[in-house]
């Protein structure tokens, strides 16, 4: 059982820039993979960005690529996502998520995959 907790939203300007935290509970939260969902109203949730045990393996949605970094800390259960150049287009609840896997460098794409779910965090970017 791995319960999740995001914290670090809220408003900025464009251009502007956030770290959102996502603190886990658990023993074996290394060897999660862990991702960044996000959900604007009236939308459904699409994919941010994903990251296996270790910094080494990460990827990111088109959209994000270049500007949002995903990171781990597995000594403090804690997954970040280091967001800048933001733009209103970046408003949303971002959750972050957790899947079990077998392997170090598998990264979890996929909405359904994860098993492990936080409650959101706003994020909102004034133009």
């Known amino acids: 059982q791995v319960q999740l907790g995001e914290s670090g939203g809220g408003l900025v300007q464009a251009g502007g820039s956030l770290r959102l935290s996502c603190a886990a509970s658990?023993?074996?939260?290394?060897?999660?993979?862990m991702g960044w969902f996000r959900q604007a109203p009236g939308k459904e949730r699409d994919f941010v960005a994903a990251i296996g045990w270790t910094n080494t393996s990460t990827y990111y949605a088109h959209s994000v690529k270049g500007r949002f970094t995903i990171s781990r800390d597995n000594a403090k259960n804690t997954v970040y996502l280091q967001m800048n150049s933001l733009v209103p287009e970046d408003t949303a609840v971002y959750y972050c998520?957790?899947?079990?896997?077998?392997?170090?460098?598998?990264?979890?794409?996929?909405?359904?995959?994860?098993?492990?779910w936080g409650q959101g965090t706003q994020v909102t970017i004034s133009s």
């Open positions: 998520a957790a899947s079990p896997t077998l392997r170090p460098e598998t990264v979890v794409v996929g909405l359904v995959e994860y098993k492990y």
């Open positions: 658990g023993r074996t939260f290394s060897r999660y993979a």
